[in-house]
């Protein structure tokens, strides 16, 4: 057997100006050799792959994956106090600059 482990960085496409999704962009693929999941940007989420062919695939390759991800399973993203706590503190200390951090609602909480 053949083995791979990747991530698969995928983000949305938006309609005008940060609106609503309206698609998947082409995901780019990411190396799992650590074990720590890849940097992200805000609207990208990161996938883990793990895959395993025979080898007999290659001597006549012909296959269809299909993917697809129900909406109860995902959960919302949460920042706790300790995180907030962390940012403020790392960043007073590296600029001497006093950040408060708010944690609200995201727009989609308030449709």
Known sequence: MLKRDFYLVCSCARSHYGGRPVGLKLPRI??????????????????????????????????KASIKVDESSVTAATVDAEVINNIEQVVAEATGLRLEIESVPSLEDEI
């Open 30 to 63: 990411v190396s799992a050799k650590s074990s720590s999941t890849p940097a992200t940007k805000k609207d990208e989420v990161a996938i883990r792959v793990s895959i395993e062919l025979p080898e007999q695939l290659f001597a006549a390759p012909a296959f």
